[in-house]
C-alpha cells in the first residue's frame, strides 16, 4: 500500500512540473510541429507538379541549375544535351545486349550515365546515389584496385614463366602508350586540343586495353576525363575481335601465322608461389607508384596459388569482383552528364584511344617478327597481339586468328603468356605516368 502511494505522489508531481513548464522546454519533449504547408487550389498543384517534370526541365532549363560539381551548365546541356546523352547509354546497350561487347562492366556504365542525365534529380550530385558511389571507391581508386585483386585471382602465371621471352611481347605492346602520349602532346602543341601533360597520360593508357588501370590513372591524373577514358577503354577492350585481327593479318605473312610454337614446360608451383613476391618487391624497390596496382593483382595471383585460402580465393574470383564491378560501372557512368562528356575533347579521346590500341597491337606483333630474327625457337607473330592487356580476350583472337590458318595449331595458352606481361606492363606504364606528372 505504501509503495503504491508513492506512485500517485510521484505522477501528481511530474504533472505539476509539466504544467508549469517553460514553453521551450515543452516544445523539447513534444512532437508536435505547426502546420508549414499553405493549401492551394487544385489548378495551382497541377501546374506546380507540371513544372517539376522531367519533360519541363529538358524543353524549358533552370536557368539557376548547377551541374554535378556546382558549375554552370549551358541551357544545351541542360536539354538536347540530355537527349543525346540517353541515345548514346541505349547505344551502349544495344552493344553490351545484342552485341555481346564486355556486357559485365558496359551496362552498369551506360545505366549510370543514363541515370546522371536525368533532371532535376542530381543523381550525380555529391549527395546523390551515384556521387556517393564515386567519392566511395572512385575518387580513392578503390575499385580499380579491388578488381586487380580478382583479376589477380583468375590469372595463371603458368605460361609466362615457362616461356618468359614472351614478357618481351608484353612490354613492346606498351608503345601504344606512351606513342599516343606523344601525340597528345604534339596535337596540343599544334593548337587542336588544348590537354595538358596529365590529361595526355591519362589518354594514353587507352592503348594498354585495361579499364581499370585506364580509371586508376584517370582518377589521379585527369577526373574530368574520367567518363570519356573509360567508356572509350572499355569499348575498344570490347572491340578486340574486330580491331586487332585486321593488324595481325596486315603485318604477318602466312608462313608466320602457320608457326606451331614448342610445348609448354611444365611450371612447379613453388615458381608460382615465388614470382607475384618477387614481382611486388621488385615494383617496390623501382617504382612505388606502381605498388598500389600491381600489389593488388599480385596478393589476389598469391592468394590463388597458395592453395590454403580457398574460400578468400573463390570471393574475389566471384562475389566481390562482381559486387564491386556493379559499383564501378555505376561511378564512372555518373561522369556521362552531357555537360562532361559532349565536349570536342571527347572525340580526340576516342580518336586517340583506337590509335593507342592499335599501335600498341602492331608493337607486340613487330617485337615477335624481331625476336624471330635470332636463334631459338620460333615465336608465332599472332601471339605478339595478346601483349595488350584485355585479359584473356587477346590472347582468344590470337588463337581464333592462327586457328583460320592451320586447325591443328592451338595458340590460347602461348598467347596468355604476353597477355598477363601486358596486365603488369601496363600497370607499370601507369606507375610511370604516374610518378613523372602527378
Same mark, same amino acid.
Given at each position: ?159 609466362? %614463366?615457362?616461356? *618468359?621471352?614472351?614478357?618481351? @611481347?608484353? /612490354? &613492346?605492346?606498351? =608503345? #601504344?602508350? $606512351?606513342?599516343?602520349?606523344? +601525340? ?100 617496390? %624497390?623501382?617504382? *612505388?607508384?606502381?605498388?598500389? @596496382?600491381? /600489389? &593488388?593483382?599480385? =596478393? #589476389?595471383? $598469391?592468394?590463388?596459388?597458395? +592453395? ?122 601507369? +606507375? ?7
Amino acid at each position: 500500500m505504501r509503495f503504491f502511494l508513492i506512485k500517485i505522489l510521484a505522477l501528481l508531481l511530474f504533472s505539476f512540473g509539466a504544467l508549469h513548464a517553460s514553453p521551450s522546454e515543452a516544445a523539447k519533449g513534444s512532437t508536435h510541429k505547426e502546420e508549414t504547408y499553405q493549401t492551394k487550389p487544385l489548378g495551382e498543384m497541377i501546374t506546380g507538379f507540371l513544372a517539376s517534370t522531367g519533360l519541363n526541365a529538358l524543353i524549358n532549363p533552370d536557368p539557376n541549375e548547377k551541374n554535378a560539381h556546382g558549375e554552370d551548365m549551358s541551357d544545351f546541356n541542360k536539354s538536347w544535351g540530355r537527349v543525346i546523352m540517353v541515345l548514346i547509354t541505349f547505344l551502349l546497350f544495344y552493344l553490351a545486349i545484342k552485341k555481346g561487347y564486355e556486357p559485365l562492366i558496359l551496362l552498369p556504365i551506360a545505366f549510370g550515365g543514363l541515370l546522371a542525365n536525368i533532371p532535376v534529380a542530381a543523381i550525380a550530385g555529391e549527395h546523390g546515389f551515384l556521387g556517393v558511389i564515386y567519392n566511395m571507391g572512385l575518387a580513392n581508386e578503390l575499385f580499380p584496385i579491388i578488381i586487380f585483386m580478382g583479376v589477380g585471382a583468375m590469372t595463371d602465371f603458368g605460361p609466362l %614463366l615457362s616461356n *618468359p621471352k614472351t614478357a618481351l @611481347l608484353g /612490354g &613492346a605492346a606498351q =608503345f #601504344g602508350i $606512351f606513342g599516343t602520349l606523344v +601525340g597528345a602532346v604534339a596535337l596540343s602543341q599544334m593548337g587542336f586540343v588544348d590537354f595538358t601533360l596529365q590529361q595526355a597520360s591519362a589518354i594514353s593508357i587507352i592503348g594498354g586495353a585495361d579499364g581499370p588501370t585506364s580509371i586508376f590513372i584517370a582518377t589521379k591524373l585527369a577526373p574530368e576525363l574520367l567518363g570519356a577514358i573509360a567508356v572509350a577503354s572499355y569499348s575498344y577492350m570490347a572491340m578486340v575481335p574486330i580491331i586487332q585481327p585486321p593488324i595481325m593479318k596486315a603485318l604477318t605473312t602466312d608462313a608466320e601465322r602457320r608457326i606451331k610454337m614448342t610445348t609448354l614446360r611444365h611450371v612447379s608451383r613453388l615458381e608460382k608461389l615465388i614470382f607475384p613476391i618477387m614481382v611486388l618487391v621488385l615494383a617496390i %624497390l623501382v617504382l *612505388p607508384a606502381a605498388t598500389p @596496382l600491381i /600489389g &593488388a593483382f599480385m =596478393f #589476389g595471383n $598469391f592468394l590463388k596459388e597458395s +592453395g590454403v585460402v580457398e574460400r578468400l580465393n573463390d570471393t574475389l574470383q566471384n562475389a566481390l569482383i562482381n559486387i564491386v564491378t556493379i559499383f564501378l560501372g555505376l561511378g564512372v557512368g555518373s561522369k556521362l552528364a552531357s555537360d562532361q562528356f559532349l565536349v570536342p575533347d571527347t572525340m580526340f579521346i576516342m580518336v586517340l584511344g583506337v590509335i593507342a590500341f592499335s599501335a600498341g597491337t602492331a608493337a607486340g606483333v613487330i617485337m615477335a617478327k624481331i625476336m624471330n630474327l635470332f636463334p631459338g625457337h620460333k615465336i608465332n607473330p599472332l601471339i605478339g597481339s595478346a601483349g595488350v592487356s584485355a585479359v584473356p580476350m587477346a590472347a582468344r583472337v590470337s588463337n581464333k586468328v592462327g586457328m583460320e590458318y592451320d586447325r591443328t595449331n592451338m595458340l590460347l595458352m602461348h598467347a596468355m603468356g604476353p597477355n598477363v606481361a601486358g596486365v603488369i606492363g601496363s600497370a607499370v606504364a601507369a +606507375g610511370v605516368l604516374i610518378s613523372l606528372f602527378q
